[in-house]
């Protein structure tokens, strides 16, 4: 069994439309695969619908959260779609992402790089924006060569002269919504990006808010910082999980470059109550048993 429960589409920053990360995902060898766009589940009808025969979905999202001011994401999986709170906390998180990135767009503008909110709008169409949609610009603008150099104090990491910054829910607000909506929380790549790391210190608070898992095989984490992760999720009782994090060509299409045992993903799975995992089958998508 080969799992992944972490990547993007179009819904939000990723580069394919959820239909193509679906056939992506079974060309890859994948037998599960969940979409976890950033504060939205607008891709999943679409995911759904293109489920290639034995490709079994599960829904998710990736919750943008703050800490301290420092951002933490949460991955929410088989949780109520239509859960009223968790809805509306995301419809406010999407506003407050579209507000900053134009103010960012106007800081760039201030700076003398030729970007415009149109133009990054455009990037973005109906998906969740996000600041690679505003990097995107900027390489169109020919300022940086690769999207990844947006996120430098130059431009848009944070403290960056363009930067803005967000409203977003704490870890154990997230959490208790996910869960409230019948869904299982996983906290998302902890050692990734550089400077502030997420304090392990604090995961026995999150799991006695109900946090179920960390992802600990992720691409951006090292060997020791597995290892660092692998010790810290035994000792909190927290369900490991690896997953590739896959935006399509922002990533490289590594779709299934990290997964998770079955084992694990049976665990998860039985502590959601707000949906079924979907899968794909010669007569359209059926809930396995
Ligand atoms: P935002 O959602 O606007 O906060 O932007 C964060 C998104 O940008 C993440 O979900 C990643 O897709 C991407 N990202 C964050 N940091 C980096 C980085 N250092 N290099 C490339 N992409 C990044
Ligand atoms: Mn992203
Ligand atoms: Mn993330
Ligand atoms: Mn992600």
């Not at 943008?64 to 949460?74: A, F, P």
């Not at 400077?195 to 995961?203: A, D, H, N, T």
């Not at 084992?263 to 794909?280: E, S």
Request: net charge positive; with cysteine.
């Amino acid at each position: 069994m080969r799992i992944d429960l972490h990547v993007h589409s179009t819904a939000s920053d990723g580069t394919d439309p959820p239909a193509q990360v679906m056939r992506r995902a079974r060309a890859a060898g994948l037998d599960i695969v969940a979409l976890t766009d950033h504060d939205t589940t607008a891709g999943l009808a679409a995911a759904e619908r293109a489920l290639p025969a034995g490709l079994t979905l599960v829904s998710g999202m990736e919750l943008s959260c703050l800490t301290d001011s420092h951002s933490v994401h949460l991955l929410g999986y088989l949780f109520d779609a239509a859960d009223p709170h968790l809805t509306a906390e995301c419809a406010r998180i999407r506003e407050s992402r579209r507000d900053r990135a134009q103010r960012m767009v106007a800081r760039l503008r201030a700076l003398g790089v030729p970007v415009t909110w149109e133009q990054v709008r455009a990037i973005a169409g109906r998906g969740t924006i996000g600041r690679p949609h505003v990097a995107r610009a900027m390489v169109a603008a020919g300022v940086i060569k690769r999207f990844e150099q947006a996120f430098t104090k130059d431009w848009l990491a944070p403290g960056g002269r363009a930067y803005v910054s967000r409203y977003a829910p704490t870890p154990p607000r997230a959490i208790a919504l996910v869960r409230a909506a019948g869904g299982v929380a996983v906290l998302a790549h902890p050692r990734a990006g550089r400077g502030w790391r997420f304090p392990l210190s604090e995961l026995p608070a999150l799991a006695a808010v109900g946090l179920a898992g960390i992802e600990v095989d992720h691409p951006d984490h090292d060997d020791a910082q597995r290892a660092e992760l692998r010790r810290a999720a035994r000792e909190t009782g927290l369900i490991e999980l690896g997953s590739s994090d896959d935006h399509g060509s922002l990533t490289g299409h590594r779709i299934g470059c990290e997964t998770t045992s079955h084992a694990n993903y049976r665990r998860l799975v039985a502590l959601a109550v707000g949906a079924k995992p979907v899968r794909g089958s010669r007569h359209g998508p059926e809930t396995p048993p």
